[in-house]
């Protein structure tokens, strides 16, 4: 299994950013794939997650509203659109692979994240 997240950089705040997960070793579109982050001194948060199929997405409230998570299947590739971004979304984004489809499930394969700084 390998998970690789591209698409960070610095952006000003109000600015966009879309992250993506490029999958290999497995069949993608038969698992939940979740985006995580890690900010500045701050303990590891859910962003979003998305079952196998894309039909049902979750958020935290922080970017409900803001952030949108996709998955192309045919691609193998997971997606974070990242809108409005402020400062306080600082942080290193990382996607995991949940154990089933089931977003309820526990992530068992993480990525090495990507770095995501606003600031102006």
């Known amino acids: 299994v390998q998970l690789v997240e591209s698409g960070g950089g610095l952006v000003q705040p109000g600015g966009s950013l879309r992250l993506s997960c490029a999958a290999s070793g497995f069949t993608f579109s038969s698992y939940a794939m979740s985006w995580y982050r890690q900010g500045p001194g701050k303990g590891h948060e859910l962003v979003a997650a998305?079952?196998?199929?894309?039909?049902?997405?979750t958020y935290a409230e922080a970017v409900k509203g803001r952030f949108t998570i996709s998955r192309d299947n045919a691609k193998n590739t997971l997606y974070l659109q990242m809108n409005s971004l402020k400062p306080e979304d600082t942080a290193v984004y990382v996607c995991?692979?949940?154990?089933?489809?089931?977003?309820?499930?526990?992530?068992?394969?993480w990525g090495q994240g990507t770095q995501v700084t606003v600031s102006s």
């Open positions: 998305i079952t196998m199929g894309g039909r049902i997405t």
């Open positions: 995991g692979r949940h154990r089933t489809w089931d977003i309820s499930s526990e992530i068992n394969y």
